[in-house]
């Protein structure tokens, strides 16, 4: 994959391109224990594209679990009246992700047990909701990376998030792009034109600002130019 480079957090030091990643994302995976690897961004940016480059590079050593699949469902949206803003950072069960996280740490198998067996749930975003118990996270996988917006935010729970990861990586893009995206992505649902556009000024822009606030929390930025090939669609993140 091209068009892409890193600057490092605290603890690692200078540029590496998507195979330096991998690498790295390698040994996280060859350290004897389960890993977690967070890798957070704005809505758009490309945080899929690098989830699924490691985990297709790692095979059987690696799956994605996404934060995704802890949307609260619509109907529930509507009670608490906020299905206009699906997506926000009170949208969400934190609490049920923060759990999960926690027994996907512990579940993995080591030299003194054998680990036990996860399932996570997968956000659909053909049906606009989760599915439950629909990723299997087996025992002998040693990193499990998980992907999303709010996992270095520090409001509404999500501050209980980046314990449990190892490494968290942020996917950064030049914001005009990352708008056209999210654009491309509710019209290839079958929104209208100007429906698509007011729903990412109107609600992906705000929650946007919100993640760019949180990106020096990072292990690692990474950065993806224009030139990065980058799928609209995607079954487990945004």
Partial sequence: ??????????????????????DHARSLAATGSRRI?????????GKSTVSDAIAAALGDQAVIVGMDGFHLDNAELVRLGRRDRKGAPDTFDVDGYI????????AGRTADSPGTSIYAPRFDRSLEASIGSAVLVRPEV????????YLLFDDHGWQGVAAHL?????????????????IARRL??????????AWVIGVDEPNARLVDATKQRATRIVTLDASTPVETESTHGV
């Fill in 142 to 149: 040693p990193l499990v990376i998980t992907e999303g917006n």
């Fill in 1 to 22: 994959m091209s068009g892409i480079t890193t600057t490092a957090g605290a603890g690692l030091d200078g540029f590496v391109d998507l195979d330096g990643l991998i």
């Fill in 99 to 106: 759990a999960l996280l926690s027994r996907l740490a512990r």
């Fill in 37 to 45: 690897l967070g890798i957070v961004g704005a809505p758009g940016a």
């Fill in 166 to 182: 190892d490494e968290s990586w942020y996917v950064d893009v030049d914001d005009e792009v990352r708008r056209d995206r999210l």
């Fill in 188 to 197: 290839g649902h079958g929104h209208p034109r100007d429906e698509a556009e």
